[in-house]
């Protein structure tokens, strides 16, 4: 049976460097761990969901010192990002786990609102023979995405495509149309990246500094 694999793109949590868009409302440590809470978060939900294998696909580096303090899970993988622009680090992380004969989910760090439930949820739907779908979009509220399952890679959704902009979801939705795909669309979830997000973030994801913007 074809098992998942999700794949993690993260920054590793280095103060002024990660987060940036918080930095008015939390400084830059207090960006960094807010950054550092979510991608533990991240790592713990995907080892939970327990739905395949789990890689975590690093900027910088996985061998970088910027992630020697970053406990992983038992059986996390590392990749490297590497070079280009976010769709073509994603195709490239999404073809290689395609490749390699799982489906993929691929995911952020930026939303503590999702869950393992989610996780399971979007690659039950990609296994379901009985009501099958070719994709699975978990879409943010601000217009991108927080998860996109694929079984098949298809280019045309990482080209071309005006990342960090409310369009995202809906022009991947488009091209998924137009190559004649059945998707699962989850239920939008709020993503943590501008100051007026930060109404969304549970008290336990609080930085210790003070949040400014709320």
Known sequence: MTTTRIILFAKAPVAGRVKTRLIPALGADGAAQLARRMLDHALNIASVADVGSLELCACPAPTHPDWQ??????????????????????????????????????????????????????AAALHDHENPHDAVLLPARDGGYL???????AASLFEAMPWSTAQVAELTLQRM??????????????????????????????????????
Not at 78 to 105: E, F, I, K, Y
Not at 147 to 153: R, S
Not at 179 to 206: K, N, Q, S
């Open 147 to 153: 998860l996109l399952g694929l079984k098949t890679h």
């Open 177 to 214: 149309a137009a190559l004649g795909w059945r998707v699962a669309l989850l239920e939008p979830l709020p993503d943590i990246d501008r100051p007026e997000d930060l109404i969304h973030l549970p008290a336990a994801f609080r930085p210790a500094h003070s949040i400014n913007a709320l």
């Open 69 to 122: 303090n970053i406990p992983l899970p038992a059986g996390c993988e590392t990749s490297d990002q590497g070079d280009g622009d976010l769709g073509v680090r994603m195709a490239r992380a999404a073809q290689r786990g395609l490749a390699g004969g799982q489906n993929v989910l691929l995911i952020g760090a930026d939303c503590p609102a999702l869950s393992a439930q989610h996780l399971r949820a979007a």
